[in-house]
């Protein structure tokens, strides 16, 4: 048998290679340099290189390593939105002690690390890539989450989101699972011929389409899966708690709307009410719960919940309009948020 490799476009890989080749450099030069700012001036000359080759990449459409990858506008614009959340932290992080403690490179190349796994996210269009750009992106944030290790609340911080994630994790792979099995392909075309040819009422996909957006609502903060992200965002640093809070969001929802409306569009008046429905109860649970908070990081946790609420709209309507709405509200959460945080962190 002969192995046949998959043709690579490297110019549309460009921005993950660039991504790659930066957390490399910021690691190699932790051990030949000490200096945070070394470490500082290597991630943020990665993130505008990578920036870079997304607007050089602007207007192209083409499918990526087989298939694996789909390099468009949808993607390169959530790719930018991450890269610049990851742009905007990295001076915070100079002030922040948990990064003094944990070696300034390797915090920084654990930033970068999750910015890869986002842009690798916003461009998957396989259930195989979707799965390890989301653990890609995840488990550095564990880490990030706990690198504190003066205050217990990080600590704590860390070992929820590390938790809470694996159970979210878990139950999207089992959602995609199922989602294979009765559909019989992990690319998100083969998915919706799948479903097209009288699929979109059997149990199994029924199930993984269930679980997969179960899945996702662990991920994005979606009531009733909200619970971990109050404390959560206020026990981890707060420089990556705005990364999280903005750059998450943008990576996740857009890998949404790749699944939901592009492999699961044959079934959307299976999963429309129920998205509907959980839009509306974020909304209420996000503002109510607002309310009494007294901690500015947890009444911002609680506001990203409201907030997700108003992005799943843009997926219920499971239209190219809605998708465009909700790549802009993306921007504008994050024009918005990450001054918030600032503030938070260098009052």
């Not at 403690?101 to 690390?113: E, G, N, S």
């Not at 564990?142 to 860390?158: D, M, N």
Request: glycine share 10%; charged share 10%.
């Amino acid at each position: 048998m002969t192995f046949t490799a998959p043709e690579i476009d490297y110019a549309g890989l460009s921005p993950v290679i660039a991504l790659t080749g930066g957390v490399c450099a910021v690691l190699l030069a932790g051990l030949v340099s000490p200096s945070r700012w070394t470490a500082s001036v290597l991630t943020l000359a990665t993130l505008g290189t990578a920036a870079g080759l997304c607007i050089w990449q602007w207007g192209e459409a083409a499918d990526l390593v087989a298939g694996a990858l789909r390099l468009d506008d949808l993607g390169l614009a959530v790719s930018l939105i991450a890269i610049g959340a990851a742009a905007f932290v990295t001076p915070l992080t100079l002030r922040e002690p948990a990064a003094q403690r944990a070696r300034h490179a390797d915090f920084q190349a654990l930033l970068l690390c999750s910015t890869l796994g986002m842009v690798l996210l916003a461009q998957a269009q396989n259930l195989i890539a979707l799965f390890v750009g989301l653990e890609l992106l995840s488990v550095p944030l564990y880490v990030l989450c706990g690198s504190a290790l003066h205050r217990p609340q990080s600590l704590e911080s860390g070992l929820k989101y590390l938790i809470v994630g694996s159970l979210g994790s878990a139950t999207l792979l089992y959602g995609l699972a199922f989602i294979y099995g009765g559909s019989g392909s992990t690319d998100f075309t083969g998915i919706r011929e799948g479903i097209e040819g009288g699929l979109f009422d059997d149990p199994v996909v029924l199930i993984g389409i269930a679980l997969a957006g179960a899945g996702f609502a662990f991920k994005v903060s979606l009531a009733p899966f909200h619970q971990w992200t109050p404390d959560v965002y206020q026990g981890a640093p707060t420089p990556v708690t705005a990364f999280m809070a903005v750059a998450t969001k943008a990576a996740a929802f857009c890998v949404f709307v790749r699944l939901f409306e592009v492999a699961l569009g044959p079934a959307a008046d299976d999963w429309q009410p129920a998205l509907a429905a959980v839009a509306a109860v974020s909304i209420a649970v996000g503002n109510i719960g607002a309310l009494g908070q007294d901690s500015l990081k947890r009444l911002l946790g609680y506001s990203g919940i409201a907030q997700a609420g108003y992005m799943l709209t843009g997926i219920v309507v499971a239209s190219e309009l809605g998708a465009k709405a909700l790549v802009f509200y993306l921007a504008a959460y994050a024009v918005m948020n990450l001054p918030a945080f600032a503030v938070i962190a260098i009052r």
